[in-house]
C-alpha cells in the first residue's frame, strides 16, 4: 500500500487541496497546511458538515483571509450524496466556528463550484495533487464519480475520519463518515492511496491547557487565534469526559508532514452503509477476507510530538496581522 507521506519529504512542495467543513480543527489543520514549505495549496473547498455549507464556506473565506491563504476558494454539494445532512452546532457552535473574532472574508469565492475547481487543479497541475478532506468526503467522491480520467492525477487522500474500534458520533461511526457513508464508500473504493487518521489516532491527539497556552504564549495573531479555538474545543471536550481536546482534523495534515510521530497499518477498510445501528462504521480488516488493502490508518501518535508541531507551527505567522 503505498505511504502518501513519502511524497512530503523531498524538496519540492506537494500540491495539495484543501477540503473541509471549518470546524475547529479543520482550520488548525489549515493553520498546520500554510505554514508547512512542504505544501503547495491548490485549492481550497468546502462541504457540508459541522454546520451548513454557506457557514462552512464563510469560515473557510474567514480563515483563508486570517492566515493568508490565496488559493481559490469553491463551494461544495450542499447535502450528502444520499442522506440528508448533519451538523454538528453542538460542538462548533451556531457559526460552526465559535469563539474568537475573526476577520471578514477579503478573499472571493470561486464562480466554479468545488467539482469544478478540483477538476480544473488537477488539469492544470504537473505534479500528482494530495487532497486532504478533513469534512464528510461528499466533494471527493462527486469527483471521482464525475471525472474518473481525473483520477490519475490524485497522488492520494488523507482523510479524517472513521474509527477503526469505535464512532464518536453512534456507536459505531465517526461524524465525517456518517454524513456520507456512500461518500466515503466511493473514497475508500476508488482504488486511489488512502490514508485514514481515524479516532483510534485523533483521539490521543490530544491538545491540554498547557499546550494551548504554550501557543499562546507565541504572541502573534494567529497563535492567540489558535489558542482560543484549542480551548473552546478544550472546555467542551472536558464536559462530555474526555481528559483533553481530541484534535481531530490537523492529524491529517500532521501525519503526511512527520510521518515519525505516527504509527500507521496498512489494512482493508469497508464502509457500512447498511443497518440500524452500524451505518458509517469503517471495518478495518487486515486478514484479506474483505479484499486488499485499500488505506493506510494512522493508529496512534506521539501526542507531544504533535503539540510541539502545533506550537512551532503558529511561529511562521510572526509579523502577520489582519484587520478583526
Ligand atoms: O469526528 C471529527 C470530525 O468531525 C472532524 O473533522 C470535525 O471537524 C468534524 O468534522
Ligand atoms: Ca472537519
Not at 187 to 202: E, I
Request: hydrophobic share 45%.
Amino acid at each position: 500500500m503505498f505511504d502518501l507521506s513519502t511524497l512530503f519529504q523531498g524538496d519540492r512542495p506537494v500540491p495539495v487541496i484543501l477540503d473541509g467543513d471549518p470546524g475547529h480543527d479543520d482550520a488548525i489543520a489549515w493553520v498546520l497546511a500554510k505554514a508547512s514549505p512542504k505544501l503547495d495549496i491548490r485549492a481550497v473547498t468546502t462541504c457540508a458538515g459541522n454546520q451548513t455549507l454557506e457557514k462552512t464556506t464563510y469560515n473557510a473565506r474567514r480563515i483563508c483571509t486570517l492566515l493568508g491563504i490565496d488559493a481559490p476558494i469553491a463551494m461544495g454539494l450542499h447535502h450528502p450524496l444520499f442522506s440528508d445532512p448533519i451538523t454538528a452546532g453542538n460542538i462548533h457552535g451556531q457559526s460552526g466556528l465559535d469563539g474568537p473574532a475573526l476577520p471578514e472574508p477579503a478573499v472571493p469565492l470561486s464562480d466554479l463550484s468545488a467539482v469544478e475547481l478540483m477538476a480544473k487543479v488537477l488539469r492544470e497541475s504537473e505534479d500528482k495533487v494530495v487532497i486532504i478532506a478533513t469534512g464528510p468526503e461528499t466533494n471527493v467522491a462527486a469527483l471521482l464519480l464525475a471525472h474518473p480520467e481525473l483520477k490519475e492525477k490524485i497522488a492520494g487522500i488523507s482523510v479524517m475520519g472513521g474509527g477503526i474500534a469505535y464512532g464518536n458520533w453512534t456507536a459505531a461511526a465517526e461524524f465525517n463518515i456518517l454524513v456520507d457513508p456512500e461518500a466515503a464508500e466511493a473514497v475508500f473504493g476508488s482504488g486511489l492511496p488512502v490514508q485514514m487518521c481515524g479516532l483510534d489516532v485523533t483521539e490521543k491527539a490530544l491538545i491540554f491547557p498547557e499546550d494551548f497556552q504554550r501557543i499562546r504564549a507565541v504572541g502573534n495573531q494567529v497563535s492567540q487565534i489558535v489558542a482560543d479555538w484549542l480551548e473552546f474545543f478544550y472546555r467542551f471536550h472536558r464536559e462530555i469526559g474526555y481528559a483533553g481536546a481530541p484534535v481531530h482534523d490537523p492529524c491529517a495534515v500532521a501525519s503526511l508532514l512527520r510521518p515519525e510521530l505516527f504509527t500507521r497499518q496498512a489494512m482493508h477498510v469497508a464502509i457500512e452503509t447498511q443497518g440500524e445501528y452500524c451505518r458509517g462504521c469503517t471495518v478495518g480488516d487486515t486478514s484479506g477476507k474483505l479484499g486488499e488493502d485499500n488505506a493506510i490508518c494512522c493508529m496512534n501518535v506521539d501526542r507531544q510530538g504533535f503539540a510541539d508541531l502545533l506550537a512551532e507551527a503558529v511561529k511562521f505567522y510572526d509579523g502577520r496581522e489582519v484587520p478583526v
